[in-house]
């Protein structure tokens, strides 16, 4: 075994030296700064020295008493704690900074006196609708966690279950809000009767008070069908082709009311008793012109309009033939003199003149008639004579 040399005895002995000290320069070094405080209540008072003793001291005495009978006097150092209950008296007897709850607390300064307040957070909000009652709103605060009726936070609620199901504190249900459903008819496909909708709930309702509520739409729907929209012709009124006519709608573009053609023929060149005449077809109610037809040469068929004699006192009438094919007025019924001009005025006969009348008082007048009847007997004298002679 080595030999300790006396040059390292000397540096041990040196070193058993130093950690003999070191009690005694640990007893000589200066008392940290620590806060120290004296915490009073109606069940007593203690003094608590450091920051974590000082908040859990503050928070048991503010639980076994009330908060309002919990005073705080901060004798000396710096004391920075959180969650001191609401109704806590602080006073700052010393010198050092004295921070209570952080932001959202109190900076006390020296020889000032601070109770903390209620510092409102959350609102609890929990409204009526229009399928269940609501809740009044309660306040909560940051500080204390605890809940309030009041916005000043000055009624606390103790049980916040019992408080909410407490029908005192019930909101009532609201009313539906309703928005009208519409789907009205076309022309296309039927509609719908206009029908409400809850803009919150989405429950439908066949009233717009909301008090009749639609099981199932679609069977309701069926059940009040309205019928489709008739068709609206657009501005061009008659559309037509070669096969008939029709309309279209303005709003769908549909074609309806398709039918056939009512045609008439249209005489563009009036057949003679020599020549075939021409026309065409015509449609009387779309007015499409169709097929060029061929007119067959004409042949007179007449019948007699019987006339009138003329008197003495009205004028006559004039019998004539009258074609019923060709409306052609004609003098004889062979139709050899035809009647071009006016036909009322050719038909006329003038009224027929009245005999002379004798004057009254006339004696040469009488003479005549004598000698009339005289001469006639005469005559017949001499007729008779010669017969008997001749027998």
Not at 48 to 72: D, M, R, T
Not at 81 to 95: A, E, Q, R
Not at 100 to 128: A, C, E, F, M, R
Not at 328 to 341: P, S, V, Y
Request: negative net charge.
């Amino acid at each position: 075994m080595k030999r300790t040399t006396g040059k390292g005895m000397g540096v041990l002995l040196a070193l058993l030296m130093l950690v003999s000290l070191l009690p005694a320069v640990a007893l000589a070094a200066p008392e940290t700064d620590e806060p120290k405080v004296e915490i009073t209540t109606d069940k007593g008072s203690e003094t608590v020295v450091g920051n974590a003793k000082i908040q859990s001291a503050i928070q048991l005495a503010a639980y076994k008493s009330p908060a309002e009978k919990v005073k705080v006097n901060v004798l000396s150092g710096d004391l920075d704690i959180w969650g001191i209950p609401c109704g806590v008296t602080i006073t700052n007897s010393g010198t050092g900074h004295v921070v209570i709850n952080g932001k959202i607390g109190v900076t006390i300064p020296t020889g000032k006196t601070v109770t903390l307040q209620h510092v409102k957070g959350w609102t609890y909000s929990d409204p009526p609708t229009c399928e269940r009652e609501g809740v009044q709103d309660l306040y909560k605060c940051t500080v204390c966690h605890n809940y309030f009726e009041d916005e000043a936070m000055t009624i606390k609620v103790d049980n916040f279950y019992q408080w909410t199901h407490d029908p005192a504190h019930k909101l009532p249900k609201l009313p539906h809000t309703p928005e009208t459903i519409s789907e009205p008819s076309t022309c296309t496909m039927p509609g719908v009767k206009d029908y409400y909708r809850c803009t919150y709930c989405g429950k439908v309702f066949s009233d717009e008070a909301c008090t009749q509520e639609i099981a199932d739409l679609d069977v309701w729907k069926a059940e009040h069908r309205l019928p489709s929209l008739p068709h609206t012709p657009d501005e061009e009124g008659w559309h037509s082709n070669e096969y008939g006519h029709y309309h279209k709608c303005a709003v769908c573009g549909q074609l309806f009311d398709e039918q056939d053609h009512d045609f008439e023929i249209v005489v563009d060149q009036k057949p003679t008793t020599t020549e075939e005449g021409s026309g065409h077809q015509h449609c009387t109610i779309c007015g499409y012109d169709g097929e060029t037809v061929v007119l067959p040469v004409h042949t007179h068929d007449v019948v007699l309009v019987p006339g009138k004699e003329a008197t003495t006192t009205e004028t006559g009438l004039k019998p004539y033939y009258f074609c019923e094919d060709c409306g052609g007025n004609f003098e004889d019924e062979a139709c050899t003199k035809e009647i071009t001009g006016d036909l009322d005025a050719w038909r006329v006969i003038p009224v027929k003149e009245a005999p002379a009348t004798p004057q009254t008082g006339d004696q040469s007048g009488i003479a005549l008639y004598a000698g009339l009847l005289i001469v006639a007997a005469l005559g017949v004298g001499v007729v008779y004579r010669r017969k008997r002679e001749s027998v």
